[in-house]
């Protein structure tokens, strides 16, 4: 009989070890998920807050832009965009050592992200450091997968130009509108380097081509006035400058055209 009922105690207990195993494993797994579903629910805070972000920097409106950006990190310091477009921020705002940080920062959570190494590149190039900066935008045109490599060709023969490379430049220009072949920037490029080289008719013709795609910009008109007066087509330089006077007064543009003419 003591044996039964030892039996029966052993049978209790097991079932009581078992149990509490189960539940043991039951919790844990709740607490995984609990921790888990946490975890989703901030990094999409964090989304919610970068994309607010970058609409705001879109918009220029700074302060918030800095405000939701910064939450977005706090909420995800391994968010690649919210640190990318930091960044940005932070080359409007004039803070170029932060900006540095940030984008080195995104860089190394993602290495591989072309965009990004086409915006450091450009702002490198920016800060007079041509070789690093050629060096980003490399990485961005040799990824297959970059859906606008024209940007990052450009970028690099805008930067080689400022060093007077100018055949080098050419090239990359010419890749860019090989990549798309009425990308606007590149045209405006274009049209530039043969006014500085003095080769008024294909300045001309880059500048028509840039015309058809391109926006009204005091850059744009400047050039556009400069160019056709070398050509001495005078009525079209003149209608370039009254534009650029009439559209952006108070450009350096419109300020410089008028000691020009």
């Known amino acids: 009989m003591k044996k039964i009922i030892h039996s029966k105690h052993s049978l209790i207990n097991n079932i009581s070890n078992k149990s509490l195993k189960f539940y043991l494993i039951l919790t844990l797994s709740l607490s995984g998920l609990v921790a888990c579903s946490g975890q989703v629910r901030t990094e999409e805070a964090s989304n919610y807050n970068a994309e607010l972000g970058i609409r705001y920097l879109q918009k220029n409106r700074l302060k918030l832009a800095n405000e939701k950006l910064m939450k977005a990190i706090e909420q995800n310091p391994e968010s690649v965009k919210s640190n990318h477009y930091f960044a940005l921020l932070q080359v409007k705002l004039g803070n170029n050592t932060k900006a540095s940080k940030y984008f080195s920062k995104a860089i190394k959570l993602d290495p591989k992200d072309s965009e990004l190494r086409n915006n450091?590149?450009?702002?490198?190039?920016?800060?007079?450091?041509?070789?690093?900066?050629?060096?980003?935008?490399?990485?961005?045109?040799?990824?297959?997968?970059?859906?606008?490599?024209?940007?990052?060709?450009?970028?690099?023969?805008?930067?080689?130009?400022?060093?007077?490379?100018?055949?080098?430049?050419?090239?990359?220009?010419?890749?860019?509108?090989?990549?798309?072949?009425?990308?606007?920037?590149?045209?405006?490029?274009?049209?530039?380097?043969?006014?500085?080289?003095?080769?008024?008719?294909?300045?001309?013709?880059?500048?028509?081509?840039?015309?058809?795609?391109?926006?009204?910009?005091?850059?744009?008109?400047?050039?556009?006035?400069?160019?056709?007066?070398?050509?001495?087509?005078?009525?079209?330089?003149?209608?370039?400058?009254t534009t650029l006077l009439r559209l952006f007064p108070e450009s350096k543009e419109a300020i410089q055209i008028s000691k020009l003419f």
Do not use: W
Not at 227 to 239: E, F, L, P, T, V
């Open 120 to 241: 450091y590149g450009s702002f490198l190039c920016e800060r007079n450091k041509p070789n690093a900066a050629i060096k980003q935008f490399s990485v961005a045109i040799k990824d297959p997968l970059y859906e606008t490599p024209e940007f990052a060709y450009t970028n690099a023969g805008i930067c080689l130009r400022k060093v007077n490379n100018h055949v080098q430049a050419e090239r990359y220009f010419r890749q860019a509108l090989k990549k798309k072949h009425s990308f606007p920037k590149a045209l405006l490029e274009m049209a530039r380097l043969y006014n500085d080289r003095r080769i008024y008719p294909k300045a001309q013709a880059f500048m028509f081509r840039y015309e058809k795609v391109g926006k009204s910009s005091p850059e744009a008109l400047q050039l556009c006035a400069v160019i056709n007066k070398k050509m001495q087509d005078n009525s079209k330089a003149n209608r370039c400058k």
